[in-house]
């Protein structure tokens, strides 16, 4: 009985977690985590890869236009992301004409 109940706990923080990301997705806003960020930014992968010559896609750039530069601070200032390079992500808004202010480094 009490695994059943830890079980049934853990789906439901889950299902809490799960739904919280998309009311933000739906929000057209980042949110102020780490993770949604990451997750908003899903479409710009190829373009933040490391060495990538790969220019950002129509929907990475549609992204970063609709969610802003607070999205975007939120990925290149939280941790480190395997696979992501932090100066190509500070250089998407020149390269997809968005326009709003530079991220602060946090250091």
Known sequence: MKASQSITLAIVVLLLVTAS??????GLTCGST????????IPC???LAPFSTIPPSEACCKAIK???????????????????DRNMALE???KCTANFAPCDMMK
Request: neutral net charge; aromatic residues 6%; glycine residues 10%.
């Open 21 to 26: 990301v998309v009311q933000k997705g739906e």
């Open 34 to 41: 780490f993770f949604s960020a990451m997750v908003q930014l």
């Open 45 to 47: 992968r190829a373009a």
């Open 66 to 84: 609709t969610l802003g530069q607070p999205c975007l601070c939120v990925l290149v200032n939280g941790p480190p992301i395997s696979g992501v």
């Open 92 to 94: 998407l808004p020149d």
